[in-house]
């Protein structure tokens, strides 16, 4: 099974969520049309503190590297020092979760590529 496939991407949401380690952010996998057959690994990350869209992606298919994506705001955002720490805690989880995801990709390559090797 492909790991951009939306079953295995929602098992390993569950793992990270069960960790604890994403201080209770609630990631989803964005429900999109397979591209040439392949499911596009795209996991939604919302932010309470901004009105940005932040999204994870895998960088290109067969590789497991994956990238945090900012997009343009709409408007601008103004905090307090407050809610700007909380806003560098939700960026720190996201950066946890893209590192999370990335591991889980390259032990999944690593897995299929010994069971093509037996």
Known sequence: MPFRSKDTLSAWLDEFAASG???GAVAFV???DPVDGVDSGLV??????ATTSVYLAPIAVGVPDWRVTFEAQPEVTE???DSVYDL???ISHAADLCA???RK?????????AAAQS
């Open 79 to 81: 905090l307090s020092p």
């Open 105 to 113: 990709s390259v032990e999944h390559m690593a897995q299929l590529a």
């Open 100 to 102: 999370f995801l990335q």
């Open 21 to 23: 380690t994403g201080g």
């Open 88 to 90: 560098c805690r939700e």
């Open 30 to 32: 964005a429900d999109q």
């Open 44 to 49: 939604i990350f919302p932010l309470a503190n």
